[in-house]
């Protein structure tokens, strides 16, 4: 069946670049998260979008970073200037209903971001 | 605040053998818990979750976590391993969001399973 998918899988940016992440939610899921997840550690949250809503952007790290959800389906997670430190694992996930604490949340493959 | 504590970044076990991977948490009100688990070039998936329910749940692929207030434990375990469980597990508890209405999950730093022959 259709999950959750991410393009591209694999990034390669030289530093100062922009990139833009994209994100494909299961059909029908109103919420929609972000996670970046660096290696050898644990996913940290990003940002959170309850259909075309962002209600949470607590979690990403400068001004550099910016996501959005426009239709309430496809999120795009885009980072300006790319920096060194920005290389790691870009995750997406959704889930049925409206972020509550005990949702299940289907996770995409995610997108590995180099930057050189 | 929410924060959980996996207490073992390796743990390698014969097949055939059980399973214990062990996850703390603290927070400030009744948590919910998970266990996700992570194959390599796969996504994150549900093994199992406590909503303050049964404190024994059971989850996919014969694994099983016991939630324990009291120890504010949620350690998984599994009787006998199989090679096909080798793989990163991620224990989680979910926090309410800061800006309010909805639940942000945190994860803890991630166990690998290593699955001896």
């Known amino acids: 069946g259709a999950g959750v998918s991410q393009s591209p899988r694999y990034k390669v940016a030289k530093r100062g670049q922009d990139v833009a992440l994209r994100c494909d939610p299961i059909?029908?899921?109103?919420?929609l998260f972000w996670y970046q997840q660096a290696l050898g550690q644990g996913p940290e949250f990003l940002t959170y979008f309850q259909n075309e809503a962002q209600l949470d952007k607590s979690g990403l790290p400068s001004d550099r970073f910016f996501a959005e959800r426009p239709e309430g389906s496809v999120s795009t997670l885009k980072i300006q200037r790319t920096q060194q430190e920005d290389s790691a694992v870009y995750l997406c996930a959704s889930s049925l209903i409206a972020g509550g604490s005990t949702d299940t949340q289907y996770f995409g493959p995610g997108t590995r971001l180099t930057v050189l | 605040a929410q924060s959980v504590t996996q207490l073992d970044s390796h743990v390698s076990v014969s097949e055939g053998t059980p399973v214990l991977l062990r996850c703390n948490y603290s927070?400030?009100?009744?948590?919910?818990l998970f266990w996700y688990v992570q194959h390599p070039n796969k996504g994150l998936q549900l093994l199992l979750k406590?909503?303050?329910?049964?404190?024994l749940v059971k989850g996919i692929n014969g694994f099983e976590a016991e939630f324990k207030k009291s120890e504010t434990s949620f350690h998984l375990t599994k009787p006998s391993a199989h090679m096909s469980d080798a793989a990163e597990y991620f224990c989680v508890v979910s926090r309410s969001s800061a800006s309010g209405g909805s639940y942000i999950p945190t994860f803890g730093r991630g166990t690998s399973l290593i699955v001896h022959p």
């Open positions: 927070s400030s009100y009744s948590p919910s």
């Open positions: 059909s029908g899921h109103v919420s």
């Open positions: 406590y909503t303050s329910a049964a404190t």
